[in-house]
């Protein structure tokens, strides 16, 4: 068996984690979901999500990653022998590339405005002419596909350096960076004259704009916001070392993944009310509303500049984390190499990120119920995929997995305490997550 990679340093593993689960759902999916739900209604349907869901399948991922070092497979057959609950990963799989095929589509958007921004193209136009840029970049086959490509060849660069030289590097120099950029956006938009207009309406629980659908993304863009339900987590907690603290780690993620999301709206809304522009712009408003608001601000070219550096950074520190499920499973299940296990990787990617990129324009007449391939893929990822997902890791922790493993891994095998965590997760993974998310499948299903 060829040695297995890892990180290097807690630290590292932190950042990577983190790196996973801070990426396009806090900065461009969770302001625009939030705007279109009722603001601060939403968020705290969102948090409550978090806390009774999110952490608990964090740290169910953790600990069958890290009591196994091995990836999904291997560890669902080592952790249940003569059991066929590691079928399971082949949805996990699957979800992880559906996830990547639309991701790196808006990826390749942030990397054409970054283009635009650093070439000062990006300021001096009209409203309308920031949503004419935009839409003329969805009906052009040739850019989408061109800047989607570009940046999966250079995610795939990345993974062709491991998991130390890659991934950890990676995710060390660009989440500190991507803190700091978020930071002076924040201080930048609270000092903006429409600020508390924007806070107002970023927090303030409007319920009467939350519908039943409204919650259900709440939950939707949770799982998808923290990587959960692919065995993301369960493989990069397979390179964790075995005397970290897997709830603390679990909580810093979540933490620190609601903490960007929250802040990415403190960083728009003030912005989008002092220009006076719509806050329900939905999913085109950091294309066609941010760059307006920019070129109004003094420095604008460094700020548009800056903004897309940090969608870029969140970006690309998520697709490598989507990249690396399928690759570990190649190399340790199909006895790959790790080139050759990305050349596999890359290649179903960039054939299913086509399709999403051309579903826009060339394909845009193929529609089931209304969406196109892109919106088919945002939906089945994050509603069915890892809501699905979630739901098998929460039962198969809660209800199947031997507890002395549970107990082994929280308590790193006696030497921490975990007197309050392990019943809270227990309680978490047999009932509130089981139940929420069945009543979430009637909802969908329409039968509620
Ligand atoms: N959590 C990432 C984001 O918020 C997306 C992602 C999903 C990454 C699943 C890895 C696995 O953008």
């Known amino acids: 068996m060829t040695k297995r990679g890892g990180f290097a340093t807690r630290l590292g593993a932190i950042a990577a984690a983190v790196g996973s689960a801070v990426g396009l759902g806090n ?39 890290r009591s196994t070092h091995s990836n999904m497979k291997a560890a669902l057959r080592r952790l249940s022998p003569g059991k066929k609950y590691y079928l399971f990963t082949y949805l996990c799989i699957l979800g992880s590339f559906v996830v990547i095929g639309f991701y790196s589509v808006v990826c390749g958007w942030i990397i054409e405005y970054l283009y635009q921004a650093a070439i000062g193209q990006l300021s001096g136009h009209t409203p309308q002419e920031y949503n004419e840029m935009f839409s003329s970049l969805v ?12 940046f999966l060849i250079l995610n795939f660069f990345v993974m062709s350096r491991g998991v130390e030289k890659g991934i950890e590097r990676v995710a060390r120099v660009m989440m500190p960076l991507l803190f700091v950029i978020l930071a002076i956006f924040c201080i930048n938009s609270l000092l903006m004259p429409g600020a508390s207009k924007g806070l107002k309406f970023l927090f303030y629980p409007n319920f009467s704009a939350l519908t039943m659908r409204g919650v259900l993304d709440a939950f939707g863009q949770a799982f998808l916001s923290l990587s959960i339900g692919i065995s993301c987590l369960v493989t990069y907690s397979s390179y964790f070392k075995d005397d970290t603290s897997l709830a603390k780690d679990a909580i810093t993620v979540a933490g620190l993944d609601t903490l960007v999301a929250i802040l990415s709206g403190v960083m728009i809304f003030p912005a989008v009310f002092s220009f006076g522009v719509e806050p329900t712009a939905g999913p085109r408003l950091i294309f066609e509303v941010l760059p307006g608001i920019f070129q109004q601000m003094t420095g604008g070219y460094f700020w548009a500049l800056l903004f897309f550096l940090l969608v870029f950074f969140a970006s690309l520190t998520s697709t490598i984390s989507l990249s690396e499920i ?14 050759r296990a990305i050349n596999w990787a890359a290649l179903v990617t960039f054939v299913l990120a086509t399709l999403a990129a051309l579903s826009f324009n060339v394909l845009d007449d193929i529609k089931l119920w209304g969406k196109n391939i892109f919106d088919m893929m945002d939906y089945a990822a994050s509603n ?5 997902g979630g739901l098998f890791t929460a039962v198969y922790v809660g209800w199947i997995l031997d507890r002395k493993v549970v107990h082994n891994q929280l308590t790193n095998n006696g030497r921490l305490k975990a007197r309050f965590v392990e019943p809270y997760l227990i309680f978490c993974l047999r009932y509130v997550a089981p139940v929420s998310i069945f009543f979430i499948f009637l909802y969908l299903t329409g039968i509620i």
Not at 42 to 58: R, S
Not at 384 to 388: D, P, W, Y
């Open 27 to 65: 900065i461009w999916r969770f302001p625009y979901e939030a705007g279109m739900n009722g603001g601060g209604a939403f968020i705290l349907v969102y948090i409550g999500c978090i806390l009774v869901m999110g952490i608990p399948v964090i740290l169910s991922e953790f600990i069958i990653g």
């Open 139 to 150: 009906a052009n086959p040739w850019r989408c596909v061109g800047w989607t490509i570009l």
């Open 326 to 339: 399928p690759i570990t499973f190649l190399i340790e299940e199909r006895n790959l190499t790790r080139n």
């Open 384 to 388: 069915i995929f890892m809501l699905l």
